[in-house]
């Protein structure tokens, strides 16, 4: 199974734990009262035959007694960062926002490994920028394991493998990502699903 397929369902089992933990500067109202929907992956086509952009998650969040509004947010995963393409996400977004007439849209890039990418894009000429487009990044290898270590949120107990550690941690983190699971997930089908990435060799999700 792929890295973006295992990140997809980790996403969609936990996605409160999942903003919150990917894209905390912006899901602090994203609380049990949010309630959080999967959007279709594959986006319309203008045409038939035309090649269609799929998204890893879209989630719409709405808050049914209207203290916000709906938001979405557009998570990417990406193993390689010479990979992404800032381009096709602000595509994916732009397609978005005419698909759900809305302007209210989070992007956020989860990128696994370090490596350069382009932080925004703009369009313009010396006169005038036309379009300014961002996205939030998670360089989940930037973060230290140690800060994570005894969190609740089992999307970031479950990524500690992920993170910043040193060689002699290695059995202290995996041990701190199990112990993550048995403790934050009641559920032992959940448990299942997840319990065979603990093994002493990486997660599925890793590379």
Known sequence: ????????????????????FFAS???????????????RE??????????????????????P????????????EETEARRFSIHRLAHYCLDLAELLETE????????LHEGEHPAELCLGSDHLQYLAFRYLACHL???????????DNL???????NMRYADTDRVAVYAAALRGLLELEPDPERRLKYLPRFNM???????
Do not use: T
């Not at 369902?9 to 903003?19: E, Q, T, V």
């Not at 500067?25 to 959007?39: K, M, N, S």
């Not at 060799?201 to 590379?207: G, M």
């Open 141 to 151: 290898y930037d973060h230290n394991w140690q800060h994570w270590r005894d969190s």
């Open 201 to 207: 060799a990486p997660l599925i999700w890793v590379c």
């Open 1 to 20: 199974m792929s890295h973006d397929q295992n990140f997809k369902n980790l996403i969609l089992d936990y996605p409160h734990a999942a903003l919150q």
């Open 155 to 161: 999307v970031a107990r479950l990524n500690l493998p």
């Open 42 to 63: 594959e986006q319309l086509q203008e045409r038939l035959g035309e090649r269609f952009r799929e998204l890893d998650v879209p989630l719409l969040v709405e808050w």
């Open 65 to 76: 007694d209207g203290r916000r509004g709906a938001i979405l947010f557009v998570l990417e």
């Open 25 to 39: 500067a912006e899901a602090d109202a994203v609380d049990a009262r949010a309630r959080i929907l999967p959007v």
């Open 104 to 111: 209210r849209i989070v992007p956020v890039v989860i990128f």
